[in-house]
């Protein structure tokens, strides 16, 4: 089990990274075979799986979405654990919540994460 102290760090680190807008370290938190699933992927980029795999698919998804939303800013709001995933709960892009799951493989990676918003 993720410990709460590990997972509030995590979470702190993440949105930090995010709020950056520095591909660099955001990439940090993912590993090279990261699979992510979200609407945003449909939304923007068309792609009706709503999923990427494999880290330069989703640097290059990514990178592009950063220039879409210059001002990006997400606003933690809560943190949850599993076994070997946390869900980290926010305020995302166009003052939607967000819910992102989070599993991490056993070097502390992220391998897959789904990403859930209100509608």
């Known amino acids: 089990m993720i410990s709460k102290e590990t997972a509030e760090h995590f979470a702190n ?12 370290h955001i990439l940090e938190h993912y590993s090279d075979d990261i699979e992510i699933t979200t609407p945003m992927i449909k939304l ?28 990006l800013h997400f606003e933690l709001v809560d943190v949850t654990v599993c076994i070997h995933s946390v869900a980290l709960y926010y305020k995302s892009i166009m003052n939607k919540m967000a819910i992102e799951v989070m599993f991490f493989d056993a070097q502390g990676k992220i391998n897959r994460m789904f990403a859930h918003y209100t509608m």
Do not use: C, F
């Not at 068309?46 to 494999?54: F, R």
């Open 13 to 24: 680190t993440w949105i930090a990274s995010w709020n950056s807008h520095n591909m660099e």
């Open 44 to 71: 923007a980029g068309g792609i009706d799986s709503g999923s990427l795999k494999g880290k330069q698919a989703v640097a290059d998804y990514w990178t592009r979405a950063l220039h879409k939303v210059p001002d």
